[in-house]
């Protein structure tokens, strides 16, 4: 356990920042997961539309600093090709 209080301080930053970035992740997951949902049953509207709110959500992690840009990058040209590649 920390004694000096600039170290204590350090594990409280450290907490909130961890659960503000686990928060972040959490909703990019879900947001790849419901585009990869509308590519497995071949809807490419519905696809086209959760695929822009996935690029927006791992977008603004990025800039949050939670995700480095290439795995935001690759990421999207992932989403982005299955998309393209439905039927």
Do not use: P
Request: aromatic fraction near 2%; proline fraction near 0%.
């Amino acid at each position: 356990m920390a004694n000096i209080k600039s170290a204590k301080k350090r594990i409280l930053v450290n907490r909130t920042k961890a659960a503000r970035n686990k928060s972040i992740r959490s909703a990019v997951k879900t947001s790849i997961k419901k585009v990869e949902a509308a590519v497995q049953n071949n809807d490419k509207a519905a696809a086209q539309v959760a695929l822009n709110e996935a690029i927006a959500a791992i977008s603004k992690a990025t800039s949050k600093g939670v995700y480095h840009k290439n795995n935001c990058a690759r990421k999207v040209s992932r989403l982005t090709k299955a998309v393209n590649n439905i039927g």
